[in-house]
């Protein structure tokens, strides 16, 4: 059964986005701006009188970029720079841990840069007095508006825009300075380095960790520069993209949370004898009861099944709602039997076996020995996933970590996987660091029991219901 229509991996949708802004191929190009080669030449003219006014350093000059390292083709307004050309790239001057503080001026690590960027509140906050603060900013200077901070450990790349008034200073070594002296648009280059490409080459093509993001390392990274103005439509479009996509989660979140009620609602008024009418021709529950444990003493004797302990009679104070006359209350152990599956150890899982493997949480792997002849009910036994009700494929290996459950050839195999799924068994499980959820506690527990017509006509209503919720 399909979740619902909304269903859509953002990030994905995000990532090609990026990827597409960073091509030039997001908006248009305008034959009327000034291209970035002109731009270009402007941020050297205005970095070398910025060295000759001693207000930045003098750094080694980049090697010039091959055009076997631009890694694909952009628009020919555009030019491909290296970080170090158009920023000054450096970092904080060293905080030590006994000037720490836990009130003061906020001091970011790596891990408050990516809270920040995540929305998220601060976890341990640290502080400086204002003195250290001081003393700092006389030897390492300020970061000023537009300024970008980029995290080099931990999750590496994660950009912050430094805003208007703000007081802060930050750790070296754990965030690189890229002071904007030739005001590029920050949220172009923020939107830049988190793009499919930047973040890969970043961590160096190892995914998304590696050890450190260094001063050397980000003064050599490649970035395709737009011109001045197309930076800005670059960047807010993505914005507005990014905004919608927003919506888009936030609704589908909140469709799949209605789904989730609507289904809840769904199979309470079928459990409770509201989902379909009585007929009163139907053989009433209490005579099906009767052939159930007629049948299941049958098999007792046959030692087909165990006998097992004598159930406690049902109390009316037990019965948490009113049924129809023609139900009856009986607990899980008067219909069914429970066993485990069988042990499987990992190394014996196949990727092409002849038979899908179950386990607490539904399919896990495959096998080429089955100990399933039919379609058969599972109730997932150990872990996070104790309580989860599935039915397997008619072949199949059911694992240790699920209970098998023996129904009555009168009862109708769908309806009672809704019932179970209805009774929410994964509150039976044991309250340890390894939930377990056992027989016996299944065994007591208590199920409205519909005639067995009934229980065909609540099957196909539940059907009917819930492919329209899911869609």
Known sequence: MKTNSLD??????????LDLAMRGKLVSQDPNDEPASMLLEKIKAEKAELIKEKKIKKTKSLPPITDDEKPFDIPDSWEWVRLGDVFEITSSKRVMKKEWR?????????????????????KDPIFIDEKTYADKLKVSGKPGVNDILLTGVGTLGVPYIVPKDKKFYFKDGNIIWFKNFAQINASYISYYVQSP?????????????????TIVRSNNLLVPLPPLSEQSRIAAKIAQLFALLRKVETSTQQYVKLQTLLKSKVLDLAMRGKLVKQDPNDEPASVLLRKIKAEKQELIKEKKIKKTKPLPPITDDEKPFEIPNNWEWVRLGDILTVHSGKNLPKKNLVKNGKYIVYGANGIIG???????????????????????????????????????VSES???????????????NLSK??????QPVISGNKI??????????????KIVIEIDNLLSIISC
């Open 366 to 404: 495959n096998f080429n020995k089955s100990n399933t002849s039919e379609n058969t009910l599972l109730i997932g036994r150990v872990g996070f996933y104790a309580g989860v009700i599935h039915i397997t494929s008619k072949e199949a290996w059911v694992t240790d970590n699920s209970l098998v």
């Open 197 to 213: 490409y930047m973040i890969k080459k970043i961590n160096n093509g190892r995914g998304t960790t590696v050890a450190t993001l």
């Open 8 to 17: 859509f991996d953002a990030q994905a949708l995000r990532e090609k986005i």
């Open 428 to 433: 039976l499980s044991s309250q340890t660091a």
């Open 409 to 423: 050839t009168r009862l109708s195999k769908k309806w009672l996987y809704y019932a179970l799924s209805f009774l």
């Open 443 to 456: 065994y007591r527990t208590l199920l409205a029991l519909p005639p067995l017509v009934e229980q065909n």
């Open 102 to 122: 836990d009130t003061g001026i906020p001091f970011y690590r790596a891990r408050e840069i990516v809270s920040i960027k995540e929305n998220r509140p601060l």
